[in-house]
């Protein structure tokens, strides 16, 4: 509801002496005991309570690579995680995918996202869903109904174990009003069906200008509301205005935020929906793109983040956000294009601050109030169901190489043998050869060498002199030789790849034998059997 303004006086002039009269009588009513009500002299809302504000950045998930991961990036920023983007694999293919790069088995099986989102959960770090962005093709846009619409969505949330999700709607896809209704009617459906103590929290992500939210933007929140979505809040995109003076910028985003909540409250009233009890700023949200923008002449700075948190505080914003995750740090040394925005650094000297650092302060609640499940007990440790190989002191492992031990799974970070288990408590992160991912899932798919059918090739012989390119087998699995060698067992190379005279055959693997259940691709499955990453699949 909205703050009542103060009465302002009208008619004749006051007199200093009855004013002074007045006020000893207030005084006197007091030291009496007549307790006095003031009117409210704020003229803005109390906005959310400090408990309930929330921080998390985006993430974009599509960046990982191979062993780079980047897990500890995605779960140590505080708060939570907004994993960006799921959108449809194509233009008239309604199959969710991460950035029209990954399936979302190729997301499993390439970086373990199923699992790192699990770790996430077990640690307190609430994630949430986000569907859309900037590029390629929305849900709702390749998807030709909404019942269609709300498989998608609904597959990906059920994937995921998620409660909260958010419909990041920008650019093209704002401008399609064909796709305004099957959205809305999915969404709706999708929180229809969940029990009322196990809602589904949606909040729509949608650029402002420096006046506020687009005519696009408003009428579209106008159709979500009126198809019965409903919204936990709407999160302005606080960037990419198109100013020329970047020290502008914080004060641009102040001012496009003030028109937002005007906006809101003429959008909820419209709709005959009450405010929340903190008002306006409760519904509200704020994504700044950290260091240099899109557009270059805007660059917010680390000062910028401080002025910009201050603000949302005084306002009580809901939500505050960060674009992105991954590029919470200086730029290192051999990047010199220092005018070029990247996808991997901010563009600005941060010192030993990060971004969400300070954007963080003041909003260390939950992401929607998201709970935390009891821990599930650790699966134990068994060659036979696990999904990578069991981690052996005597072994060589290869960077990359994936291993389980104590129902956890670990990554090499450098090549090793044996030497302290992966989870050694004693070893600081700089000094452990090994990487937590997160723990060994119950959906697992038991760790098989991919299989080649009798006889393709002949059968390793440790007597024999192999040359470059010879290839054998050991056990139904196929490798072909690196440079000649006489009594290297070629199995080892699925482990220590760097000094193993052998590499498994690519394209020789049955359904599961990836370790995360069906879906890959083909390419890099026998190296990614055992944690050795391939090629990226097309989505």
């Known amino acids: 509801m909205n703050a009542r303004r103060p009465r302002r006086f009208r008619g004749r002039r ?8 007045s006020v000893l009588g207030g005084l006197a009513l007091l030291v009496a005991g007549v307790a006095a009500v003031a009117p409210p002299i704020s003229f803005l809302p109390t906005g959310t309570p400090v408990d309930q504000r929330w921080f998390a950045g985006y993430y974009d998930v599509t960046l990982d690579q191979g062993v780079a991961l980047a897990g500890d990036e995605m779960t140590a920023a505080p708060g939570g995680a907004v994993l960006a983007f799921v959108v449809a694999a194509g233009d008239a293919d309604c199959t969710p995918t991460w950035g029209k790069t990954y399936t979302l088995d190729d997301a499993a099986t390439s970086f373990d996202l199923d699992r790192r989102i699990e770790r996430m959960r077990r640690e ?17 846009v390749a998807c030709t109904t909404s019942v269609e619409a709300a498989k998608a969505y609904g597959a990906v949330i059920d994937r995921y174990g998620v409660d909260s999700i958010d419909l990041d709607i ?7 009003r064909t796709s305004w209704g099957r959205r809305a009617n999915a969404i709706a459906r999708l929180q229809g069906a969940r029990p009322a103590d196990h809602p589904l929290t949606v909040w729509l992500t949608l650029p402002v200008a420096p006046d506020g939210l687009t005519a696009d933007g408003r009428d579209l929140i106008a159709g ?50 009450d405010l929340p009890p903190g ?12 260091g240099l923008n899109d557009v270059t002449t805007e660059i917010f700075t680390l000062d910028d983040a401080r002025a910009f948190t201050e603000f949302a505080s005084d306002r009580g914003l809901a ?12 730029c290192g040394p051999n990047y010199p294009f220092t005018g070029t925005v990247s996808t991997q650094c901010s563009g600005v000297d941060q010192g030993d601050e990060t971004f969400a650092g300070v954007l963080s302060n ?23 169901t696990s999904p990578y190989p069991i981690w052996n002191s005597t072994t060589f492992y290869s960077a990359g190489v994936k291993v389980v031990w104590h129902g956890s799974v670990y990554v090499a970070k450098w090549w090793n043998q044996g030497g302290n288990a992966p989870d050694d408590p004693t070893l600081d992160t700089g000094a452990a050869a090994w990487s937590y991912i997160g723990p060994v899932l119950a959906s697992d798919q038991p760790f098989r060498l991919p299989q080649l059918p009798a006889n393709t090739y002949p059968e390793w012989d440790a007597t024999t002199l192999y040359n470059q390119g010879d290839r054998v087998m050991v056990d139904g699995t196929g490798y072909e030789a690196k440079w000649w060698s006489r009594g290297q067992n070629p199995a080892r190379s699925i482990l220590d790849r760097d000094y193993s005279p052998w590499t498994p055959i690519e394209g020789t693997v049955d359904a599961g034998a990836s370790g995360e259940g069906a879906g890959g691709n083909a390419a890099g499955a026998a190296g990614r059997a055992a944690g050795v990453p391939g090629p990226p699949a097309a989505g």
């Open 279 to 290: 008002g306006v700023w409760e519904l509200m949200g704020a994504t700044p793109m950290i």
């Open 362 to 384: 003041g909003y260390l609640g939950r992401v929607a109030h998201a709970t935390v499940e009891p821990d599930p007990p650790i699966i134990e440790d068994d060659p036979k």
């Open 170 to 176: 920008e650019g093209k896809t704002l401008a399609d």
């Open 224 to 273: 979500m509301l009126s198809a019965g979505v409903k919204l936990a809040g709407v999160n302005a995109m606080t960037m990419n205005y198109g100013i020329q003076d970047p020290k502008n910028l914080v004060d641009v985003s102040k001012r496009a935020l003030d028109a937002t909540a005007s906006q809101l409250s003429t959008l909820w009233d419209d709709a005959g929906l």
């Open 14 to 21: 006051v007199s200093w002496l009855r004013l002074g009269a």
């Open 124 to 140: 307190g770090h609430p994630v949430m869903i986000s569907f859309g962005g900037a590029i390629n093709t929305d849900l709702a």
């Open 319 to 330: 939500r505050l956000s960060m674009w992105s995750i991954n590029r919470d740090h200086t």
